[in-house]
């Protein structure tokens, strides 16, 4: 692959998911050996239709953000917060600013919206990885759940 070139992996249409809204997918990412590992993440659209995306796991303990409740935001859906210890991340920077891991970040991810999609760019997933056409029906690394939010 060249500088130039991205690898970017189409998650769901842009409007799946709402204004103010945030859903949460689980693929399957390939590390430095090769071997596919879980990659949970979340994508958030602000109220400007922008959309922000961290991989689902709380720096404190590495728990789903929306385990327990299933939801991801605080009361007044201002912030992120981790459904198990109630720490309080920042939608725009991942930031904690309250709870067990103050000023840690959420792990970021890199998002576009190309041709209507919201897209991740720059990972290398299990999913990319396999000739078209080659999935069994009980294949589930290619399953994109959508967890409700």
């Not at 690394?141 to 409700?148: F, K, L, N, V």
Request: negative net charge; charged residues 25%.
């Amino acid at each position: 692959m060249s500088a130039e070139e991205i690898e970017v992996f189409a998650i769901c249409p842009a409007d799946a998911i709402e204004r103010g809204g945030a859903k949460a997918f689980s693929l399957s990412r390939l590390d430095e050996a090769g071997e596919a590992r879980p990659f949970p993440i979340v994508v958030i659209r602000a109220h400007d239709s922008s959309y922000v995306g961290y991989v689902n796991a709380c720096p404190h303990e590495g728990v789903w953000l929306n385990f327990g409740s299933g939801d991801f935001f605080s009361a007044d859906r201002a912030f992120l917060k981790c459904g198990r210890h109630g720490a309080t991340f920042e939608i725009d920077s991942g930031l904690c600013i309250e709870g067990p891991c103050q000023g840690k970040n959420l792990q970021p991810i890199a998002l576009a919206v190309v041709d209507g999609d919201v897209c991740l760019c720059g990972e290398r997933l299990v999913e990319d990885d396999r000739p078209f056409g080659s999935f069994e029906d009980n294949d589930e690394t290619m399953e994109i759940m959508i967890h409700p939010d």
